[in-house]
């Protein structure tokens, strides 16, 4: 029986697309989606404004947990996903560097690769527990997202 | 250190570090205690913290809980200001 | 005004994400979605098979003009689409090996970059002129795939 | 060569290529020639390559082509078999 990888990371290391994507390639995989979150240098949603620099910390044995949460969640959804990536980079991240990535592999690309790694992220941002500081040229403040566990996440 | 207390390891992130000054420490509490409990007791030790704590959510042992949580002896929890990253 | 990047190729070379990943991040961009195409070693859909290697060919000025117009395509549908990349690699092609891809980015990632990429490698199927020869340990065949371009496409 | 004859560039690519056995030809047509003109051209010169070119589609200067549609001289037209990659 073959063993779908799972792998998932929290890291001050780059990351490698490329080298993901041949760790959850299996012989019966044909199709992978990746999702990958960038720093912006600029954001225009809402008050516009500029940013230097982020500072990344995460409560990294508690992210690794969910993000193994998230996989199991990913599998009983779609089944035929055989490979899942989760990393997420933590420390000091300039604008242009990718800072999360998800990724899912399967057999073919129409049996839910797009939705399961739309999926993961969404979940990625809701109970994985990371921070990240904004650092400006004026200011500098933390930065609020989509955090919203659930009692028991 | 009363026989009688529990101890927890508490762990602080992002704008609960910065306003407590810690990213980890040992404490008591009561046997018995609620997250509830600890947030009284944080707020009454830290009260330039404790508008920001009614904010914060916790977790107990990697999971998160809410104010009717009881906390065991030993058990690891962090407290967690209401931003996530990505 | 800023100038959206869109790049198409048609290449003998290896895919390589991260670089492709680097040339559709612009400052505003905060979000990617990716999908790659590898040649699977064991098919189970249908009858299965294995497969030792795919021979793949391009014709390539219309794969590129093909390439180009599903930019074009993708931009109407989504307005807030930053870069795009298609890239299609030809010649013989081993197990693992990623094959195709697209790269979708945006400043966020609830704007589309998700139904974009689905949408590009859906086209890229249909319109784009590429072929492909399975060689196997029993046979070699021609294979069959979804193209179906309409007169004027 | 014939004076009143349109020049064409052939393309030929995966099934059909190894049918014909070319890559690429210069070819000569009638003026006014469609594709379904060419297709019955190619099907003469090549009787083992007729049946599989009833299924296949044909491009003018690189856009799909229906059977009606008029080659002009100079064009480059390439036979497409119905398979396709990924």
């Known amino acids: 029986m073959t063993v779908f990888p799972t792998i998932f990371s929290i890291t001050e290391d780059e990351l490698n697309l490329n080298d993901v994507l041949s760790q959850i390639t299996l012989p019966s995989t044909g199709a992978a989606c990746f999702f990958t979150g960038m720093v912006r240098a600029k954001t225009t949603r809402g008050e516009p404004y500029q940013t230097d620099y982020l500072e990344y910390e995460a409560y990294a044995p508690m992210a690794e947990s969910k993000m193994k949460q998230i996989a199991v969640e990913i599998r009983e959804r779609w089944p035929s996903v055989e490979g899942i990536a989760m990393i997420q980079r933590v420390g000091r991240l300039f ?10 592999t399967a057999a073919h690309r129409d049996t ?18 990371v921070w990240k500081k904004e650092m ?18 | 250190m009363s026989e009688s207390m529990n101890m927890i390891t508490l762990l602080l992130f992002a704008t609960m570090r910065a ?14 205690s609620h997250v509830r409990d600890l947030r009284a007791q944080l707020s009454a030790q830290y009260p330039h913290a404790a508008q920001a704590l009614k904010a914060t959510l916790f977790s107990i042992n990697r999971e998160f809980a809410t104010d009717e949580a009881l906390i ?6 962090a407290i967690f200001p209401q931003v996530s990253g990505g």
């Open chain 1, 95 to 104: 604008p242009g560097t990718p800072t999360v990535m998800i990724a899912c």
């Open chain 1, 112 to 129: 839910g690769v797009f939705e399961a790694a739309h999926y993961g992220i969404d979940r990625l941002k809701q109970i994985v527990p």
């Open chain 1, 136 to 153: 400006g040229p004026d200011k500098q403040k933390w930065v609020e997202g989509d955090y919203s566990p659930q009692a028991g996440e």
């Open chain 2, 19 to 32: 306003l407590i000054g810690e990213r980890k420490m040992d404490l008591e509490i009561q046997p018995g």
């Open chain 2, 72 to 77: 065991p002896d030993g058990a690891e929890v």
